[in-house]
């Protein structure tokens, strides 16, 4: 059976990006946001279901049609690492620094990531807290608040945020470890409000609650190094 939901929000999450967010500097990105997104997406969406199936059912990992229902889990953070080390190594065949494709693509990451919380209406009704301002998900009716498109409206507010200040001087290194950290805090507070099975954190919560944290020192570490390089500039003249 066709997951018509599931295609319609990658195709969401590729073409919206390409139309509308122009990469910064252009020069790391020549061959376009599609062509030099797609082989992270799809290295992130491959690595991130085999390590989901490796956690959950390492039985799986020998049947093709299991490794396939990308619907039944997919580990975010490792599919993000995967995607980041692909971005990579292409930057580094082609002579670019990777922290400066990675930011550059970082603000389309971020669009491509809202569109697929957004189409959240087209998979699953975007399921949440109980709430009087929603609507009803797929086989449940009670009314739940939408938190996917929360989350992509929050997601959007950082790209836009990130790229301006990319465009007036914040260097790659900086605007690639705030994407992180960014999306790991939307995604640790977001999982408060998001169904799941058990009264504890679920391992993806507790993943994204640690990446935030070790993410934000390095934020930390990398705007006191500035600040010191800022004042030490402003003492020689």
């Known amino acids: 059976m066709i997951d018509f939901g599931l295609l319609a929000s990658i ?3 590729l073409a919206i990006p390409a139309l509308f967010v122009r990469p910064f500097p252009p020069s790391a990105v020549p061959h376009g946001v599609i ?3 797609l082989g992270a997406l799809a290295a992130g969406l491959i690595v991130g279901r085999l390590t989901s199936l490796a956690l959950d059912d390492p039985g799986s990992l020998t049947k093709l ?9 997919v580990e975010f ?22 922290s400066v494709r990675i930011a550059a693509l970082a603000p389309a990451a971020l669009v491509g990531w809202a569109c697929y919380e957004a189409t959240c209406l ?6 949440g ?16 608040f939408p938190v996917g498109l929360a989350v992509a409206f929050a997601a959007m507010c ?5 790229e301006r200040a990319h465009r007036r ?32 954190l679920t391992r993806q919560h507790k993943e994204s609650i640690a990446v935030f944290a070790v993410s934000s020192m390095a934020v930390a570490v990398m705007c006191r190094h500035r600040r010191r390089d800022v004042t030490q500039t402003a003492a020689s003249r």
Do not use: K, Y
């Not at 990579?88 to 002579?95: D, P, Q, Y």
């Not at 709430?131 to 009314?143: E, I, K, V, Y």
């Not at 950082?158 to 990130?162: E, F, Q």
């Open 11 to 13: 195709a969401f999450v």
């Open 35 to 37: 062509d030099t997104a």
């Open 65 to 73: 049609g299991d490794i396939l229902i990308i619907r039944s889990g």
């Open 77 to 98: 953070w490792p599919g993000v690492a995967a995607g980041l080390g692909w971005l990579a190594v292409g930057a580094r065949r082609e002579a670019t620094p990777a």
């Open 122 to 127: 087209l998979r699953d009704g975007c399921p």
């Open 129 to 144: 807290p109980a709430s009087q301002l929603g609507a009803h998900p797929d086989g449940l009716t009670t009314r739940m």
């Open 158 to 162: 950082v790209a836009c945020i990130l």
């Open 169 to 200: 001087g914040l260097r790659s290194t900086q605007v690639g470890v705030m994407a992180v950290a960014s999306v790991a805090a939307i995604r640790s507070v977001a999982s408060i409000w998001l169904p799941h099975i058990g009264d504890g």
